[in-house]
């Protein structure tokens, strides 16, 4: 791992955490703002050492794709978000495995309680690591790519409509 | 305490010609533990079920691991290259002999003793075998009566007496796994491009009907609809309204239907989103392999969007089985439908818009699992007493369209919002789960709808019968397309993810916001 | 890893784990034997884990940094997929104290002690390491 300067790693984690709490609140609108136009989000099916496309995935969204599911998530009518679930993600070991020029790959651990409220009531707890990778622009660090690797991908899943 | 004067529903003696009528179906069906052990025994066990393809396992030593209704087996090819399925259960003491979902393996070897099967359920050998009579136990791992296999779909029955499997499917089902198979120029498809599980809380019949329902789509799936931006043709699909499109659905008998947007298509490939100058290659591979011809109509046709009774939907670009394992709840499977081909392409797109039209996390798929489990919640919670008790109420209303529908050639068909396709599943559930082999084609039934339905009687329903050939006459001229096409591929990332580093510099270019995908 | 709080002399009475490094050399040897089925396929896992804190700085006999120790305190939870049977989703959660120490190569542990919030209940197979 390179090396950053504290500031820099502070920069980082405020914005994971930030990322996290956008996310758990369905502020679907302020979350977007955070991601940049090649914006890649994947969630794969077992571990995510395969190439996206190859196979089926979860979620594999070019940055179009993403558009239109944060669009489907604010039309109030995405019934499988109606109401949105309340979510809290607790985030963990948040590490910078390693920085190229002005982007940093940044692992973290997480856990997310769900309550889903749509029908059966249940709360659902996902686990898993998040690897995002982040970008200095003249706007602030911004989100490039975030992976998603829950713990027990190959089970069946529940909805999982929200932005995880 | 007063019973309403209707027949008492008492212990696992379900009366289901009373509880299956021709419009409409009793929630208890949903949610009875006896009904659903009877469905274990009727339909799982001593009928057909799906149980996978034969491209998932293509070495000697592959095998998957699969449900026959509540039964765990594993799907293996032999080193002979025959399709075995047997238990995933040691016939010695019953340990799970393949914890994962898929592997490859010489043999099938228990970790309990080490009792050792070759890939056809045959024990090979136990060890120390002085303490057995014959120096080797008598027995095999247990497997289904038979198997059968239809352009590469394996199919199992458990009981072994349920006749052959081209009577299972009849004309209709075979039809439809021709048209899903011939999308491949080889004839043969590619199903290894992973499965994904859903699970749902629900019963396992909300799945034959939501997934071949042309009725809820714009309005449960309205969401995506007004998410895609306006000039996308979907807004065409959803402002279209009743009985302007030329869609169809229809009822092919024996619990196979279809939703037929061929009619509907107005461009070749309308179903894949794409040109024909994006698939270049698997459309001239289409034409060298089956002539001009059959490969204009595949083009134009596209895979069907059906079900195969009980389990197998054919979901265009997807194949999808239902795996019930609870009377609330279910595992819906799905996969992409891959060919072979020598196009550098097709195969991306079509897992692209899997992943966009199913699984927990895509744009259709959820708003059905959500309403699935609301319905499942509405018969299960309080009223499950009532329902199991009596049947003044608790009806699910399947009547739309009833009047209108058409039959003939052995299938019927109707407006493809119609009810035609639920009324041609629970039909022929009817049939099974009251004894009857099949129920026939789906042919009128010369009984004009009941108009009081109160009095509605057995013999004023539809009949289960034998089969005969349908007919499949059609033409293309309309102005609808279906849905998933409009999630077309548009993923294009420039960086491999890796567990330890990553590359830059090869960002793919700005993509708005602006357009929607495709 | 004690049975109930750890605060008694390892082998003074029955605990979970209480490996010295020849026994830990075994218990890896043994999970990647292939045949340790209760860790075949392997458990996907993650750690979440918070509350990092130095408990004590023990010098080293030079005075020169090498050989100094650190005792420090985490708590976790972490989420197993039980993938070998049951499919289950396991929740552990517990309180880690590594001993860390200083050596020519970085920092090495010297012990690790995790005490389970629920040891004293009957537990699920723990046939990785935790």
């Not at chain 2, 399709?83 to 019953?94: K, M, P, W, Y």
């Not at chain 3, 109930?4 to 075994?26: I, K, Q």
Request: aromatic content about 8%; charged content about 25%; proline content about 6%.
């Amino acid at each position: 791992m390179d090396r950053v300067d504290e500031a820099t790693r502070r920069d980082i984690e405020a914005f994971v955490y930030r990322e996290a709490r956008l996310a758990d609140e369905s502020r679907y609108g302020e979350w977007e703002a955070l991601v940049t136009d090649d914006m890649h989000y994947w969630v794969p099916f077992g571990p995510g050492n395969y190439e996206p496309g190859t196979r089926v995935s979860y979620i594999n969204d070019n940055r179009a794709r993403l558009g239109t599911r944060i669009r489907q998530l604010a039309t109030g009518i995405h019934h499988a978000q109606d109401p949105p679930s309340s979510m809290r993600r607790v985030v963990s070991n948040i590490e910078i495995l390693s920085t190229d020029g002005d982007e940093f790959e940044v692992g973290s651990n997480f856990v997310l309680y769900e309550h889903a409220v749509q029908a059966t009531g249940h709360l659902r707890l996902w686990a898993g690591r998040a690897t995002h990778r982040l970008r200095h622009t003249p706007d602030g660090l911004r989100m490039a790519a975030k992976k998603v690797e829950l713990v027990n991908s190959t089970s069946p899943l529940p909805n999982l409509a929200f932005i995880i | 305490m007063v019973l309403a004067a209707e027949t008492p529903i008492v212990g696992t003696g379900r009366d289901y010609t009373h509880l299956v009528q021709d419009y409409r179906v009793h929630g208890s069906l949903y949610t009875d533990p006896s009904v659903f052990a009877d469905e274990m025994k009727h339909i799982f066990t001593d009928g057909w079920v799906f149980v996978g393809h034969e491209s998932e396992i293509p070495n000697g030593g592959d095998w998957v691991a699969r449900r026959l209704g509540t039964e765990r087996v594993l799907m293996a090819r032999t080193p002979e290259g025959e399709i075995s399925v047997v238990a995933n259960r040691c016939a010695h003491r019953g340990t799970t002999l393949c914890p994962q979902s898929e592997g490859n393996n010489r043999n099938f070897r228990c970790p309990y003793h080490a009792w050792t099967y070759a890939l056809d359920g045959t024990l090979l050998g136990a060890p120390f075998p002085q303490g057995f009579r014959n120096g080797k136990p008598d027995v095999r791992l247990d497997q289904p009566g038979q198997i059968g296999i239809y352009r590469g779909f394996v199919f199992a029955n458990q009981s072994g007496t349920a006749g052959p499997l081209s009577e299972h499917l009849g004309p209709g089902g075979s039809d439809l796994l021709d048209r899903a198979a011939d999308m491949s120029p080889t004839g043969r498809l590619q199903l290894n491009g992973g499965w994904i599980g859903q699970r749902v809380d629900s019963n396992w019949k909300m799945w034959p009907e939501s997934d071949n329902d042309g009725y809820h789509i714009i309005f449960a799936h309205e969401s995506l609809a007004s998410s895609l931006l306006a000039g996308s043709q979907y807004e065409d699909v959803i402002l279209e309204g009743e009985g302007r499109t030329k869609s169809v659905a229809r009822d092919y008998g024996g619990g196979h239907v279809e939703l037929d947007f061929r009619k509907s298509y107005t461009t070749e490939l309308a179903w894949l989103g794409a040109p024909r100058g994006k698939v270049s290659a698997y459309c001239d591979d289409l034409e060298d392999a089956y002539g001009v011809e059959k490969a204009k109509s595949i083009m134009w046709d596209g895979p069907p969007h059906a079900f195969v009774f009980p389990n197998l939907f054919l979901g265009e670009m997807n194949i999808a089985r239902i795996d019930p394992l609870a009377p609330g709840l279910t595992e819906h499977h799905h996969t992409p439908l891959l060919v072979e081909t020598s196009d550098p392409g097709i195969n991306r797109r079509v897992v692209l818009q899997s992943e966009a039209a199913m699984g927990p996390a895509s744009f259709f798929l959820p708003e059905d699992v959500v309403i699935a489990e609301r319905m499942h919640r509405a018969f299960d919670v309080g009223g499950a007493t009532d329902l199991h008790g009596h049947t003044e109420r608790g009806w699910v209303e399947l009547g739309r369209g009833i009047e209108r529908e058409q039959s003939g050639g052995g299938q019927r068909w109707s407006d493809v919002t119609d009810e035609t396709t639920s009324r041609g599943f629970w039909h022929h559930y009817r049939c099974v789960m009251s004894g009857s082999a099949t129920s026939g084609p789906a042919e009128g039934n010369g009984a004009a709808p009941p108009t009081d339905r109160r009095a509605t009687v057995k013999a004023d329903q539809r009949r289960c019968r034998p089969s005969t050939r349908p007919r499949g006459a059609r033409s293309r001229n309309s102005s609808t397309t279906r849905l998933c096409s409009r999630m077309s591929p548009g993923t294009k990332t420039g960086w491999r993810w890796s567990p330890t580093t990553f590359t830059t510099g090869c960002r793919s270019g700005p993509v708005t916001t602006s357009r929607a995908p495709g | 890893m004690p049975f109930g709080a750890g605060d008694y002399e390892p082998g003074s009475r029955v605990s979970f784990l209480n490996d010295n490094r020849n026994r830990l050399r075994t218990r890896i040897q043994q999970l990647m034997s292939g045949r340790r089925y209760s860790q075949v396929p392997k458990s996907p896992m993650r750690r979440v884990i918070s509350n990092i804190q130095i408990l004590a700085v023990h010098p080293g006999d030079n005075g020169d940094g090498d050989g100094d120790e650190y005792e420090v305190g985490s708590n976790f939870v972490l989420y197993e997929h039980a993938v070998q049977a049951t499919n289950d989703m396991r929740i552990w959660v517990g309180r880690t104290t590594h001993r860390l120490r200083r050596t020519d190569e970085g920092l090495r542990i010297a012990a690790k002690k995790v005490e389970l919030v629920n040891s004293t209940s009957a537990l699920p197979n723990m046939a990785f390491i935790i």
